[in-house]
């Protein structure tokens, strides 16, 4: 995922200001895209996914934030790991097999 390459070079030198804003913005855009996506009308995920997705899409907002008004190496890692995680479930979710 190309958003945790950018944050994890951001991580490692939170005194380039630019890559490491610049690494946030694309995260924070790529969420932006999830909340649309989830809030579309026509999206087929259920109530309860819904809004734990918006609930922890906020969440990254709100720690953007934060970690844009005070940079620190150890903020990202956060959002990181939600990245990760997110794309392990979406793999691991792709690889069960479909009754037929």
């Known amino acids: 995922m190309q958003s945790v390459g950018f944050l994890r070079q951001a991580k490692e030198d939170v005194t380039d200001y630019d890559a490491y804003s610049r690494a946030l913005r694309f995260n924070q855009k790529l ?4 909340q649309t996506s989830v ?3 026509t999206s087929r995920i259920s109530g309860t996914l819904r809004i734990n997705i918006l ?5 990254i907002d709100s720690h953007t934030i934060k ?4 940079p620190e190496a150890e903020k990202l890692d956060v959002l ?4 990760v995680n997110i794309a392990r479930a979406l793999v691991d979710g792709s690889r069960v097999s479909k009754p037929h």
């Open 31 to 34: 969420w932006s895209f999830v």
């Open 39 to 41: 809030l579309d009308s």
């Open 55 to 59: 609930n922890l899409s906020l969440f």
């Open 67 to 70: 970690s844009l008004v005070e």
């Open 80 to 83: 990181i790991d939600i990245n």
